[in-house]
């Protein structure tokens, strides 16, 4: 009920093995410094001229080499095309100017858009065919699989992102793992309780000892989330939950719940 596989189709994420071992969903977040280091390959040194943070032109990265000049950028049927000299560079990936490289440890895939304004810590693994779009800020020890979309102002911290996961405005993913997923605008998945200690969760009367001090939200492939919703740590959404918008979930939802809320109550205090 509470594996990896109950939550994720892991046959369609580059990132499977982090789970290997693992007793529960949430131990991956254990494991995800070490993973991030035993697979990064970073390709980037060629983008940062002298280890300058800041891409002061429009680059191409094709076969892990930077191209700074004679290239055409062009999007058709939501695919982007980059051509040289007529000939189509198939997996190229374009880094447009103002983004913000902080350090060497980031690997960028195929395929994958980084548009103005992007902030990259290493250490991060970024998949293909991804956009990381205008302001994004990925703060280290993050990887974002293939597909995905990371919004404008999104923040992401030590999470997953295992493929085809949606943040396309205003989020916050701290300490979490997304699978095939839609975040409404200006969804927040917190990650530290107010009064610090390590996140409980109880399920059907048994409580559950998750280790972390930080962690913030499973969200199963089919997490629909709308505009301005909050998740409390360690919420867990199974398949194809539905939160709705300016609503906070707490604790475990099993698969197909429609999380609704249902009264908001006003406080008036006479002055």
């Known amino acids: 009920m509470l594996k990896a596989e109950d939550f994720f189709d892991l046959s369609q994420t580059r990132f499977k093995s982090l789970f290997e071992d693992t007793e529960y969903?949430?131990?991956a977040l254990k494991k995800?410094?070490?993973y991030i280091g035993d697979n990064l390959k970073p390709n980037v040194s060629g983008l940062r001229k002298k280890s300058e943070i800041l891409i002061n032109k429009t680059l191409v990265l094709y076969?892990?080499?930077?191209?700074e000049s004679g290239f055409e950028v062009s999007i058709s049927k939501k695919k982007l095309v980059v051509k040289k000299d007529g000939e189509i560079l198939d997996g190229a990936s374009v880094i447009y100017a103002g983004a913000v490289l902080m350090d060497n440890e980031i690997y960028i895939g195929k395929g994958t858009i980084v548009e103005p304004g992007v902030l990259i810590k290493g250490p991060a693994i970024i998949g293909d065919n991804t956009e990381l779009r205008q302001g994004a800020?990925?703060?280290?020890?993050t990887l974002v699989g293939d597909g995905c979309v990371v919004g404008h102002t999104t923040e992401l911290k030590s999470c997953v992102m295992l493929g085809?996961?949606?943040?396309g405005h205003f989020a916050y993913i701290g300490d979490s793992i997304l699978?095939?997923?839609n975040l409404g605008a200006g969804t927040k998945l917190a990650n530290l309780k107010i009064v610090e200690s390590n996140v409980m969760i109880s399920i059907e009367g048994k409580r559950y000892e998750t280790g972390l001090k930080k962690f913030g939200a499973i969200l199963a492939d089919g997490v629909e989330t709308g505009c301005n919703s909050v998740t409390t740590p360690g919420t867990i959404l199974g398949k194809n939950v539905?939160?709705?918008p300016n609503t906070t979930a707490r604790g475990y939802y099993s698969q197909k719940t429609i999380i609704k809320l249902e009264q908001t109550q006003i406080l008036k205090q006479r002055i």
């Open 137 to 141: 800020y990925l703060r280290g020890d």
């Open 179 to 181: 699978g095939k997923v």
């Open 164 to 167: 085809k996961s949606k943040a």
């Open 242 to 244: 539905l939160l709705y």
């Open 25 to 27: 969903v949430w131990d």
């Open 32 to 34: 995800l410094k070490k």
């Open 63 to 67: 076969n892990n080499k930077a191209i």
